[in-house]
């Protein structure tokens, strides 16, 4: 059980030789809502009248976000567009939008939050929405939809951590995407 969200971070993910790394974590709004869904592939195998083997893999989630506002700054940050020398932000046939990385936490009961970083993302355009003011206040906030798949160096495609703000993964949770710590035994 969560009872918010916030802390809405991106980190741009480069690649070279099938490694990924990450740039220093950017702000990228304030956040409303996450929404994750995750896609699996699925095999089973019958043997003597009942399944003897049963494969699940993770192919690739969609993460929907609903922000306060997004910057055209941060989104051609996210989206690969082009800023000029005025901050006119231009899109065009050739964006081609950077895997990202994408973190943000959610708290907690017992002043404990869970902390989330989606390790290799790209997003996708988002809709626009706006409306003359009539009789009564609307707010138009934008979603904006990412993909999200595992990475080529390991696997992996989400840290996911339950703990307080004075622990150790949490102290750093926001100022570098974080890598696997060495294994426990055992879980």
Not at 28 to 55: G, P
Not at 112 to 141: A, D, H, M, Q, V
Request: proline share 4%; glycine share 10%.
């Amino acid at each position: 059980m969560t009872l918010g969200l916030k802390d809405l971070f991106y980190a741009i993910c480069t690649e070279k030789d099938g490694v990924e790394s990450y740039g220093l974590p950017k702000k990228l709004a304030e956040a409303m809502s996450a929404d994750l869904s995750v896609k699996t592939a699925t095999a089973d195998l019958y043997a003597d009248d009942a399944i003897s083997e049963s494969v699940k893999e993770f192919i690739n989630g969609t993460l929907k976000l609903g922000v306060k506002d997004l910057t055209p700054e941060v989104l051609a940050d996210v989206l690969g567009q082009m800023v000029d020398q005025n901050k006119v932000v231009w899109a065009g046939d050739g964006d081609e939008p950077p895997f990202l990385a994408i973190g943000f936490r959610a708290a907690k009961t017992g002043g404990r939050f869970r902390y989330i970083w989606l390790l290799k993302c790209k997003f996708e355009l988002p809709g626009e929405k706006y409306e003359t003011k009539g009789e009564s206040i609307k707010f138009n906030t934008p979603d904006i939809t990412a993909t999200f798949y595992k990475r080529k160096k390991d696997g992996k495609w989400k840290a996911d951590f339950v703990g307080t703000e004075t622990e150790t993964a949490a102290g750093t949770w926001f100022t570098e995407v974080p890598e696997p710590a060495e294994q426990i035994q055992g879980v």
